[in-house]
Structures are given as structure tokens and as C-alpha cells.
């Protein structure tokens, strides 16, 4: 596993701009799948965006497609997500989490349950 750590979160009006990092310690991410997922309160975690490790393939919830958008720093160690014309429905915890399993394909991945690390979450509030 490898430590996984978010930032970037806060306040901001409808419509601004947040840019969320996630950085590792312990191990590199450069051969991870990364992705993002958010939980509103009283709501399952649910896929935000995900990477590939080579940062070749990209996927996004429908929601968010056209506004956010996943990328990844691996001389950094660090995977972002810039979040443009948000919404109040965007407001959650974002968590960053880790596919630590090596691998040579452009795979991403969709369920939180194919991640085995992740970090501690950054919260997103959204105001109307």
C-alpha cells in the first residue's frame, strides 16, 4: 500500500475553480492506476474520475465530464484533479485512492472496491 494524501479542498462559489492534489509517500505512484471519488453526506462514495498508470487513458462520471479533468505528475509523485464550473451538487469529501497493483495496461478503474489505498479526503463545499 502506499500513503495517500489530499489537499486543495474548500470554500468556493458556483461556478469557480478548485484544483485537488494527491500525494504519495512510501511508494511511487508511477506504475498506479489513480482515481478520485466523493461521498456527500448521507451518500455512497462514488467514482469521480480515474487514470491510468501512464496517464494514457482517462475516465470521468457523467456529471463531471467537460468540467473536471484528471491528470498525473509522476516525476512529482502526485495525481490532480481540476475541477472547473462547479456546482453545488459537486460539494463532498473528494478522496484520492490508489490500484496498487502493477501493471502494463492503460486500464482504469470504476469501482472503489478494485483500490487498495486511499487517502484521508479534502473537503469540497460548493455555495449558490
Known amino acids: 500500500q502506499v500513503q495517500l494524501v489530499e489537499s486543495g479542498g474548500g470554500l468556493v462559489q458556483a461556478g469557480g475553480s478548485l484544483r485537488l492534489s494527491c500525494a504519495a509517500s512510501?511508494?511511487?505512484?508511477?506504475?498506479?492506476?489513480m482515481g478520485w471519488f466523493r461521498q456527500a453526506p448521507g451518500k455512497a462514495r462514488n467514482f469521480v474520475a480515474g487514470?491510468?498508470?501512464?496517464?494514457?487513458?482517462?475516465g470521468y462520471v457523467d456529471s463531471v465530464k467537460g468540467r473536471f479533468t484528471i491528470s498525473r505528475d509522476n516525476a512529482k509523485n502526485t495525481v490532480y484533479l481540476q475541477m472547473n464550473s462547479l456546482k453545488p451538487e459537486d460539494a463532498a469529501v473528494y478522496y484520492c485512492?490508489?490500484?496498487?497493483?502493477?501493471?502494463?495496461?492503460?486500464?482504469?478503474?470504476?469501482?472503489?472496491?478494485?483500490?487498495?489505498?486511499w487517502g484521508q479526503g479534502t473537503q469540497v463545499a460548493v455555495s449558490s
Open positions: 485512492a490508489a490500484n496498487s497493483k502493477t501493471t502494463t495496461s492503460s486500464n482504469i478503474f470504476f469501482l472503489a472496491r478494485e483500490y487498495d489505498s
Open positions: 512510501g511508494r511511487t505512484l508511477n506504475t498506479f492506476a
Open positions: 487514470i491510468s498508470w501512464n496517464g494514457i487513458s482517462t
